[in-house]
């Protein structure tokens, strides 16, 4: 899914979605954890509670054309709902500094003798809550 808006000062992050699997499983169960990844190298996810919203100006308002492909009849497509989800927590991982073969090594050493990989480096894992 693509990210429609971010709201830092809100802490919350906003989807367009259509009636069916999602929006039912949301209705049913609002925790969910969101991941996104930057080349392959970053990942971040997100903990949050989720609510459907049918909110017709605000859909026009984060509406961009590239939605045609899902939504054929526009932002007034009356299938479009607001996914929105209030940011709880985050955690992300980047791996970019490291040498990935040293690291795959590390880490096999580690997992035989039952520990944690030696030489993690503390800016490659953090968590925050939002």
Known sequence: MHVAQLDQD???????????GLAAEIENETAVLLVFQNDTSAYVSVRGRARIEHNRPKIKELWKEPYKVW??????DPDILLVAVDLLD??????????KLEYLFES??????????????????AKTSL
């Open 90 to 99: 985050a955690e992300y991982w980047d791996n970019r500094g490291m040498n």
């Open 10 to 20: 809100a802490g919350q992050m906003t989807f367009l979605t259509g009636h069916g």
């Open 108 to 125: 096999a050493k580690a997992y035989v003798k039952g520990q944690k990989p030696e030489g993690i480096d503390a800016n490659q894992h």
């Open 71 to 76: 939504f054929p009849k526009g932002p007034e």
